[in-house]
């Protein structure tokens, strides 16, 4: 694995796919091309694919799409994920639910921070759970499936 100095300078990492938090958007075994947060050209957006360095997993990077932006009030109430009292379209679950599991709730955005979700929000552990990322914990956004080929995609 290349050393963390050499990560943060590249534009680009290679990212892939564990795990079924991501279906059926993504799925284990695909491959992702990600650009670095330091090389992005914009700031993270609602919707966009993220590698986070996971909250409580020591080194550990998860991949989760935002759902939630600095001062958003994000609530799941009767089974929608509503954000600032509106609900949120999420066509990208493709008929799964979109909140599974757990009790109402609801969280309220810093200035710096992002709330992420599984689209498989059933078998995902997020935001729900470990609370907001910070901006400095997002490490790159998601542009490409490139493998595998039949699923090649811009993200």
Do not use: C
């Not at 491959?31 to 590698?51: C, E, N």
């Not at 799941?76 to 949120?88: C, N, P």
């Not at 997002?138 to 595998?148: F, K, L, N, V």
């Amino acid at each position: 694995m290349a050393s963390d100095s050499y990560r943060r300078a590249s534009r680009f990492l290679l990212y892939g796919v564990r795990g079924q938090s991501m279906t059926p958007s993504l799925r284990p075994g695909d491959y992702l091309l990600v650009r670095t947060a330091a090389t992005s050209l914009r700031p993270p957006a609602r919707r966009d694919i993220v590698v986070i360095d996971a909250p409580e997993r020591d080194g550990a990077e998860l991949l989760k799409r935002i759902v939630g932006l600095p001062g958003e009030r994000i609530a799941f109430t009767d089974g929608m994920l509503l954000v600032d009292g509106e609900r949120l379209t999420e066509r990208y679950l493709r008929g799964l639910p979109p909140y599974a599991g757990l009790d109402e709730s609801e969280f309220t955005m810093g200035d710096d921070e992002y709330f992420v979700m599984g689209d498989n929000r059933a078998h995902s552990t997020d935001s729900r759970h470990y609370g907001a990322v910070r901006l400095s914990q997002i490490e790159g956004r998601a542009i490409w499936r490139i493998w595998p080929p039949q699923r090649w995609w811009k993200l």
